[in-house]
């Protein structure tokens, strides 16, 4: 399996238009029949004018099929992608290989973390390995989402996505961890992989599927 995030920034001001038309167009017209969409957030702190959707599909190939498809869909050609494009500044788009695929939180509501960390060459699958395994000392404090290391355009770089019900919550989650002895031990241990970090916290759209 192969994940997608694509990352849309926008002209300032049209953020609010793109998402009318996500919510009555591109949605409804595109559903799960061109690749399965987890998540649609905005940025809340971070980078602004930003919209964030993941996606995934049974393979690379796959995925070129379907979005050629897609592409074939008027609706989807002549009624969103049309309307949509005046309204984009920048597209970047991550394929990512799941180390844990996404899982939506138990309970709905709440903000999500977005962390991306640009590894050293090399490190991204170490890293990852020794992440998986402090994961349940980890998730004492709050669940995962999901983690994932880049295929593509940044092979050096391991994503991963949490939720919290509130920014207190996610403050105090991360505070007691930090007083983990076994968190400490693992952060000692494997910071050295480990070159940029980048934090973005996420809020779900009306249409997103993870809410």
């Known amino acids: 399996m192969i994940y997608e ?3 849309y920034s926008f002209h300032q001001g049209k ?48 995925r070129a099929r379907l979005r050629g ?15 949509v494009r ?3 500044a920048r597209q970047d788009i991550r394929l990512l290989n799941p180390v844990y695929g996404f899982t939506p939180p138990a309970q709905t509501g709440g ?20 992440f998986r395994a402090i994961m349940p000392v980890r998730e004492k404090y709050s669940k ?26 996610r403050f105090a989650a991360r505070g007691a961890c930090a007083k983990d002895p076994e968190w400490q031990a693992f952060l000692a241990a494997n910071g050295h992989y480990l070159a940029e970090m980048t934090s973005t916290l996420l809020l ?8």
């Open 144 to 169: 995962n989402v999901g983690i994932w290391t880049g295929e593509a355009p940044q092979p050096n770089e391991v994503i991963h996505m949490w939720n919290y019900a509130d920014v207190n919550a």
């Open 69 to 83: 498809e897609l592409a074939k869909n008027p609706r989807w050609t002549n009624e969103y992608v049309a309307a």
């Open 111 to 130: 903000v999500y973390e977005l962390r991306m960390y640009r590894t050293v060459v090399g490190g991204a699958a170490p890293w990852s390995k020794a």
């Open 5 to 7: 995030l694509r990352t």
């Open 15 to 62: 953020m609010p238009t793109y998402l009318k038309l996500g919510a009555e167009i591109g949605r409804p017209v595109r559903g799960n029949d061109y690749g399965i969409c987890h998540g649609y957030w905005t940025a809340e702190f971070g980078t602004l004018n930003q919209v964030w959707h993941l996606w995934s599909y049974d393979s690379l190939d796959e």
């Open 204 to 211: 779900p759209t009306a249409y997103s599927p993870a809410q």
């Open 86 to 88: 005046p309204l984009l």
